[in-house]
């Protein structure tokens, strides 16, 4: 048996704590969220004190069933309470004289759909950490890799291994050189089997990069 291993990424509820407690409000996204919208990968995770009971509205409460907009997240992705996701459903018209819907509370959803800016995705990739009450606005592109400091607000494409944080969320610093980054998107680990992550999850630990690239 390896040392080092991940849970099932089918089970919902992954974390139990050191006295044998099931921690209820950590769950895995993929296997909580039944939404033809949303794209979720392995091991990403959403804690949650409230513990909602739709997990996918909580997290875009604007995304309707087949709408043209989707909500991507990757892979071993770790989210705290509070995220927020907009789609563009969101908006408001802006080009007529009034801001007020109309049309979507006289049931013409369609012709709502028409009067807001065109539909565009939230993507976040892999490995990433968002802290808690962040916002992703519609059409942010988030990389590999990237940390989301508590509350800031994501209008844009935030690049691999960086660090943001405020309203708008500017960089603060990348987390490794450019030659390092682009070694960790050539291996892409987030990509692996459960076995072969288990395999590198020591030297993922230990910062070891030769390792993970012996081991692709």
């Known amino acids: 048996m390896n040392a080092h291993a991940l849970p099932d990424a089918a089970i919902s509820t992954p974390l139990v704590t050191p006295t044998g407690d099931l921690k209820k409000s950590t769950v895995y996204l993929k296997n909580v969220i039944d939404h033809p919208n949303f794209d979720i990968g392995d091991w990403s995770y959403y804690n949650d004190q409230s513990m ?23 892979n071993i992705c770790q989210i705290a309470q509070g995220l927020q996701m907009v789609t563009t459903l969101a908006n408001h018209p802006m080009k007529s004289m009034s801001t007020y819907p ?32 962040a916002i992703i606005m519609p059409g942010a592109v988030l990389g590999n890799g990237f940390i989301v400091e508590t509350r800031a607000v994501v209008t844009r ?13 500017q960089v603060k610093r990348m987390r490794f050189d450019d030659e390092t980054i682009e070694r960790l998107k050539a291996v892409a680990w987030w990509d692996w089997d459960q076995e072969k992550i288990e395999r590198a999850i020591p030297a993922l630990k230990a910062g070891d990069l030769h390792a993970l690239e012996i081991l692709r």
């Open 52 to 74: 909602p009971e739709n997990y996918g509205s909580t997290l875009a409460p604007f995304l309707r069933p087949g709408e043209s907009t989707r909500a991507m997240i990757g």
């Open 102 to 133: 109309f049309a979507m509370f006289d049931g013409r959803w369609g012709d709502y759909a028409t009067q807001v800016p065109a539909p565009k995705e939230v993507v976040i990739g892999n490995d990433c950490w968002i802290g808690r009450e």
């Open 157 to 169: 494409t935030i690049p691999d291994y960086a660090i943001v944080a405020g309203n708008p969320a």
